[in-house]
């Protein structure tokens, strides 16, 4: 059974920092990829970051070069630093997990999901 930890969450003022982590057990990295996803209230979960076991990775335009995904294959670990924060990156972050070698950011192609972390961030 897989299962995805997300920490790392928080409070921060504009302009600041995140590192996110998504623990994951049950899941087999070599075979699949990765991915990052956020969601603001009344908003659509949209993906922030995806990353594959050989180390390809996407990102859409409105975090390209503010955010960095890697993951830690010895340590089952999947991280998102978040640089230069803004406002609008205010959302329950979560962490996603597929099979196969595609490399999507798009939510419904993922099919184990993680619980969330919150980041919100303050002018």
């Known amino acids: 059974q897989v299962q995805l930890v997300e920490s790392g969450g928080d409070s921060v003022q504009s302009g600041g920092s995140l590192r996110l982590s998504c623990a994951a057990s049950?899941?087999?990295?070599?075979?699949?990829?990765m991915g990052w996803f956020r969601q603001a209230p009344g908003k659509e979960r949209e993906g922030v970051a995806a990353?594959?076991?050989?180390?390809?990775?996407k990102y859409p335009d409105s975090v390209k070069g503010r955010f960095t995904v890697s993951q830690d294959n010895a340590k089952n670990t999947l991280y998102l630093q978040m640089n230069s924060l803004k406002p609008e990156d205010t959302a329950m972050y979560y962490c996603?997990?597929?099979?196969?070698?595609?490399?999507?950011?798009?939510?419904?192609?993922?099919?184990?999901w993680g619980q969330g972390t919150q980041v919100t961030v303050s002018s």
């Open positions: 049950g899941y087999t990295y070599s075979k699949g990829c």
């Open positions: 996603a997990a597929r099979y196969g070698p595609a490399l999507y950011l798009t939510s419904v192609m993922y099919t184990y």
């Open positions: 990353i594959c076991s050989d180390g390809r990775t």
